[in-house]
């Protein structure tokens, strides 16, 4: 295996670990226990590292160690706040490059509101295609620099979603049916609709963020 390739495989296995909170919040690594548990020599490890560091997912202290990034209320509220910027701005100027057979696709996936659905059994598969959905909208995007800028987010929003649990019933199917509208909209090319729409869900998806955390005593990884 060529060593960019080992570069690139240690980043995307550390990063993944951190996005589903396998390595949590607050949790302290080591190039000692990453090289033997990824089974991966120093160097990549150490690359990777760099660049995770970089986008604010660790904190790297000489003679001190590696620990992961906490998350608290304060980057929650900027992580909206960047989304609510960013993705009814592109569904409403970039929208028209939306593919319309993928759009039916989320379109029959979303529709299965029914409770005894995969969904509600479990949320792990909603996020999933939640994720897609939204980067479908991002990717229509053509300006790289915003792209860029979004990119940086997105690992934060996952691991977010792990740490808080699961959805409740009513927050999945109203979510499922906002993502409708979004949809609907969109094959319309109602662009400023869709962008309305995208900006609703967005904020209700905050709301119901912000609730779960306050109400959830067992979310101690995010602090305030």
């Known amino acids: 295996m060529k060593k960019i390739n080992l570069k690139t495989q240690a980043y995307i296995t550390i990063k993944q670990k951190i996005a ?10 080591s190039e000692e226990l990453l090289v033997e548990e990824l089974k991966i020599s120093r160097t990549p490890i150490r690359d990777a590292l760099g660049r995770l560091e970089q986008e604010g997912l660790l904190e790297i202290r000489p003679k001190k160690g590696i620990t992961v990034t906490p998350l608290s209320i304060k980057d929650v509220t900027m992580i909206f706040e960047i989304r609510k910027l960013y993705e009814p ?8 490059a939306l593919d319309e057979g993928v759009l039916h696709k989320f379109c029959e996936d979303f529709s299965l509101t029914n409770k005894s659905s995969e969904w509600f059994k479990d949320n792990r598969t909603f996020y999933s295609l939640d994720t897609s959905f939204h ?13 860029q800028n979004y990119e940086l987010i997105q690992t934060h929003n996952e691991r977010f979603r792990f740490m808080t649990g699961n959805l409740s019933p009513q927050r999945l199917k109203d979510t499922l049916l906002e993502h409708l509208s979004i949809i609907n909209a969109c094959l319309k090319k109602d662009w400023e609709d869709a962008s309305q729409t995208l900006s609703y869900h967005l904020e209700q998806s905050k709301q119901a963020a912000f609730r779960l955390i306050f109400d959830s005593p067992g979310n101690n990884h995010i602090t305030l």
């Not at 589903?20 to 690594?29: I, K, S, V």
């Not at 592109?90 to 929208?95: H, L, P, S, T, V």
């Not at 980067?135 to 792209?147: G, R």
């Open 20 to 29: 589903t909170c396998e390595y949590a919040p607050g949790t302290f690594l």
């Open 89 to 96: 701005y592109i569904i409403k100027n970039y929208g028209s």
């Open 135 to 147: 980067q479908m909208i991002v990717n229509a995007c053509q300006n790289i620099y915003l792209c």
